[in-house]
């Protein structure tokens, strides 16, 4: 805060404001506002009351003074209160409110984009559009912008009930914020992380909603003003006429192609939700004859465009603050800017006057297509998430396929994750005797060309019909339908057995176990979990063994990450069924890399583990042997400090696991961070 307080931009936009306030009047807060609130502070001496509106009207007041609900009371009442107590005019108190409103969006800025403190002070506190709408003309739109930022500041802190609650603020400031409402429900809705919490920030909305609301509704003279302002009706101003008696209302119906842009993305992040939250909000202001404050609330949006972009977007964005000033301040100090102009007073030349609004639109059309270009589709998260990711995991049976895939389901959320076994595609119930003489391990046991039809299906967005194989009764169920998602993820003994399944996978992972911890992890499984006798495991891996080397650990050379667990005391594998399991190091190969070094400097220092790293003589393979024992905690505060850009693929709550389970987790992550990286450069190429 000192830092902010003390910077030299910081001094001359508090000096600024204070000038503006010394030597200007505004109409707005002189006629309106600053009479309502010296009313309201009055009818308060004899009472308390949740009616200001009525005694504002009673008391001969117009009806165009305070056409805004509880909230903007509220925000205003009380600095008003302090200044009748300490006899300083309402105006005054008026102004300093808004100033404080100032200060506080400055504070939430500073923390929406942190280390920024020169830009931020830049981009906003001198911001001409902030300084001519509040200080300048009077307006009192800061109040509602500052709402409407912290419900999206607690939204992107997934405080969903204090975000419904700060959205209700907003619109009771100013009714106009409800055009925010439906692009909040659009990005919950189109989050599956998020989609949970929606009823949290309806809940919040509501009750939040209810208490200012109610006030303002059971006051006859409150909805008077409202409905008799004329900013009601500058929704229509802008029309064409195609026919007859038939009028197309322009803003409303770019409002609603904005909205329906918005539901087209199939899955938003805070940063998308933003944007497309600031460019509604845009073409709003362009599309109609709007109030000078109403340029106010796209300010933030565009200082996050800015800050996220070079310098031809401050440039714009300049340009058209710039053209904002010209277009608003009064005529009479218009036409002291103009060469050879008539004296100051003298109209305007006419032939600039449409001019000016016709380049200010321009300018603003031309940011809202950048705001597009370069915020929506430029977004990492809007590309990758027009294509599902797909995940392909191979190993023997009993190497931990299943668990690994339920791990990594656990952290993307079952939300977002359509799941493909390899055991759905058996061609045979367990009972069947052709079981007798070939294994499941076999190739020609399973329906490989289904299995690869349906993931290609998936793949490309289809939903299939899969049947399920029931490991209780060893029969396969009904087919059910199953719907593509963000992320498939295919396991199974022949994942990556066929060249056309290897090409659908953005990565692919063989499990290559230490056999005698392959065997210990099965029987453990299929005696304690699947119900089957210890004689009859042992007999299926003797069977199964020639199977396993001719089609299953060939499949390791086609995977880009190769995942072994080897025991630490292999002497430990002989203990009886149940018994605690053995310690394991994790050893890994990756062929396509993963931020090796990094990776390895945050498993010591965050995790406390002891990490060796290699590479083949032409660095074309890296290993890794990582030993020791992991918390769940630990491994997640790697993974946010290793991959902070995916941290938004993963679920609300995402389920990290202890140990060898979650150094997997945490090593599978970083090949995702990779491959998603390669999938951008494609796009971008292409």
């Known amino acids: 805060m000192r830092r902010l307080l003390t910077h030299p931009l910081f001094g001359v936009g508090l000096a600024l404001r204070l000038l503006l306030m010394a030597v200007l009047v505004p109409k707005a807060a002189a006629e309106w506002y600053a009479p309502f609130m010296d009313a309201s502070v009055a009818e308060l001496a004899h009472g308390l009351s949740l009616d200001p509106w009525g005694a504002f009207l009673a008391r001969g007041g117009t009806p165009q003074a305070f056409p805004y609900g509880v909230a903007m009371w509220l925000a205003l009442l009380p600095l008003a209160v302090l200044a009748k107590l300490a006899g300083v005019g309402a105006l005054h108190a008026y102004a300093l409110s808004l100033m ?7 504070l939430l800025l500073r923390r929406m984009l942190p280390e920024r403190d020169t830009l931020v002070l830049a981009l ?8 001519l709408a509040t200080y300048g003309l009077g307006l009192n739109d800061l109040v509602p912008t500052l709402l409407l930022t912290a419900a999206l500041w607690r939204t992107r802190q997934r405080r969903l009930c204090q975000a419904g609650a700060l959205c209700a603020a907003a619109v009771s400031a100013k009714l106009s914020m409800l055009l925010a409402l439906p692009f909040f429900l659009v990005y919950l809705l189109r989050n599956r992380s998020l989609r949970a919490g929606l009823p949290d920030y309806l809940k919040g909305g509501l009750l ?9 509704m059971a006051s006859p003279a409150a909805l008077r003003m409202l409905l008799q302002n004329p900013e009601m009706g500058k929704v229509y101003q802008f029309a064409l006429q195609v026919g007859a008696g038939t009028v ?5 119906l770019a409002y609603l192609l904005m909205l329906y842009l918005a539901w087209r993305v199939r899955r938003m992040n805070f940063e998308l939700f933003s944007t497309l939250l600031g460019l509604g909000f845009l073409l709003v202001v362009l599309l109609t004859p709007a109030s000078p404050g109403w340029f106010v609330w796209i300010v933030p949006a565009l200082v996050a465009y800015q800050a996220g972009s070079g310098r031809a977007a401050i440039a714009l964005t300049a340009a058209f603050s710039l053209l904002f000033v010209l277009e608003n301040l009064p005529l009479p100090a218009l036409s002291t800017l103009a060469a050879g102009a008539p004296a100051p007073g003298a109209p305007l030349p006419l032939p600039l006057l449409p001019l000016r609004h016709t380049v200010l639109t321009g300018l603003g059309i031309v940011l809202a297509l950048r705001l597009w270009r370069e915020s929506v589709r430029s977004n990492d998260y809007f590309r990758l998430s027009r294509k599902p990711f797909v995940i392909g995991i191979a190993g023997d049976s009993g190497a931990g396929k299943d668990t690994l895939a339920d791990s990594l389901r656990g952290l993307f959320g079952a939300h977002s994750v359509a799941q493909l076994s390899g055991d ?3 061609l045979w119930d367990r009972q069947k005797p052709m079981w007798q003489v070939m294994t499941h391990l076999s190739p020609l046991a399973n329906d490989l060309e289904s299995f690869a039809t349906d993931l290609l299906a998936l793949s490309d967005g289809k939903a299939i019909l899969s049947r399920h194989y029931d490991h209780g009764s060893g029969r396969m169920g009904r087919p059910q339908r199953l719907a593509s998602n963000d992320f498939i993820i295919a396991s199974g003994l022949h994942a990556l057995y066929l060249p056309v399944l290897r090409e659908c996978y953005d990565l692919a992972i063989y499990l290559d176990i ?15 979990v699947r119900g089957h006798s210890a004689d009859k495991v042992r007999d299926a ?22 995942l072994a667990l080897h025991p630490v005391q292999p002497n430990l594998l002989e203990g009886p069924l149940g018994s605690a399991a053995p310690r394991v190091r994790l050893l890994v190969r990756s062929r396509q890399g993963l931020n090796e070094l990094s990776l390895r400097r945050v498993l010591v220092g965050v995790c406390g583990l002891h990490v060796d790293l290699s590479m083949d003589g032409e660095a074309s393979e890296i290993s890794l042997t990582i030993e020791g024992d992991a918390s769940a905690d630990d491994i997640a505060m790697a993974a946010a400090t290793l991959f902070p850009r995916i941290m938004e693929f993963l679920d609300l709550r995402p389920q990290w696991r202890e140990g060898a389970l979650g150094l997997m987790q945490l090593i599978a992550l970083a090949h995702i961070n990779q491959a998603l990286s390669r999938r951008l ?4 190429s292409s």
């Open 124 to 131: 906003y506190w001198l911001s001409p559009i902030v300084l």
């Open 248 to 252: 197309l209302y322009v803003m409303p």
């Open 208 to 216: 939040a909603g209810a208490l200012l609301g109610l006030p303002f």
């Open 681 to 684: 450069l494609w796009q971008t």
């Open 514 to 528: 230490d056999e005698g911890l392959r065997r210990y992890y099965k029987l453990q499984r299929d005696v304690l």
């Open 100 to 106: 404080a409103a100032d200060f506080v969006l400055l």
């Open 424 to 426: 759905d595609y058996h």
């Open 541 to 562: 891996l003797a069977q199964r063994e020639p199977d396993s080397t001719r089609f299953i650990r060939p499949q390791a050379r086609h995977a880009g990450l190769v």
